[in-house]
């Protein structure tokens, strides 16, 4: 028992301070949306929760780029969130960061050619972003991949930097803007023309060792590049 939450089930809340009566009912859909588009299932996550975004910097030991409130602990089955807002954000973090958290934990996901556009896209979608943009006060993700792309910006496979390199914290503002904006509709676009169970279903390919390419591939009938093509044409 944690702050007079129940620490049984799929997820348990940790901190050391009361927190809002909502966030254990929250964390629980988030888990449970987690578990229905990528089909697995959640078991023993810790969910850490700080006061602020400020103490979860000091935590970790580096700046987080705004408005990020959370993080995954790879290695430790956790995730790090700062004392949500709203029920709307508790939500939205804690989806967006165990998609996160389940994708590195598969082994070898170093070597499986995974853009960063699809890792964060596949977050924003599970954790149905867009959704909630309204209570989080954010634009709606859609809508920038639609102005980037009247920009001439668009995400590429073949030119893409690896998840070693976004996890570096090296990206400019500009890079992740496109990542995560156009990343998201790639997804979204992907779901809606197989059904959320195509997530499901790289996810699996990928924790059996398949590439990201080979997965798309063998999933869709074609290549990623020729699937970014399709989905450009719905954007433009």
């Known amino acids: 028992m944690v702050d007079g939450h129940r620490?049984?089930?799929p997820c348990i809340l940790v901190a050391d301070f009361e927190v809002p009566k909502y966030l254990d009912r929250q964390a629980k859909k988030a888990c449970a949306r987690v578990e229905g588009v990528l089909r697995v299932r959640v078991k023993?996550?810790?969910?850490?929760?700080?006061r602020t975004r400020e103490d979860i910097e000091r935590m970790v030991g580096q700046r987080l780029p705004a408005p990020m409130k959370a993080v995954f602990l790879a290695g430790q089955?956790?995730?790090l969130i700062a004392q949500p807002g709203n029920p709307a954000e508790a939500y939205v973090?804690?989806?967006?960061?165990?998609?996160?958290?389940?994708?590195?934990?598969?082994p070898g996901i170093q070597d499986l050619s995974i853009p960063p556009w699809f890792f964060e896209g596949l977050a924003e979608y599970v954790s149905e972003q867009?959704?909630?943009?309204?209570q989080?006060?954010?634009?709606?993700?859609?809508?920038?991949?639609?102005?980037?792309?009247?920009?001439?910006?668009?995400?590429t496979?073949?030119?893409t930097k690896d998840l070693a390199w976004w996890m570096s914290g090296s990206a400019s503002q500009d890079e992740m803007g496109l990542i995560f904006a156009q990343g998201y509709s790639w997804v979204k676009w992907?779901?809606?023309?197989?059904?959320d169970k195509v997530l499901g279903d790289i996810h699996q390919a990928l924790t059996t060792g398949k590439g990201f390419p080979q997965a798309i591939e063998i999933l869709t009938g074609q290549s990623v590049t020729q699937n970014i093509e399709s989905w450009k044409i719905g954007l433009k």
């Open 44 to 50: 023993g996550l810790r969910i850490n929760v700080a």
């Open 157 to 159: 496979f073949e030119k």
């Open 130 to 134: 867009d959704r909630f943009s309204t």
């Open 77 to 79: 089955h956790a995730i």
């Open 7 to 9: 620490d049984d089930g």
């Open 93 to 106: 973090m804690v989806a967006h960061e165990l998609t996160h958290l389940l994708t590195v934990e598969i």
């Open 190 to 195: 992907l779901a809606q023309r197989h059904g």
């Open 136 to 155: 989080l006060g954010r634009p709606l993700l859609e809508n920038a991949a639609r102005h980037l792309a009247s920009e001439g910006r668009w995400i």
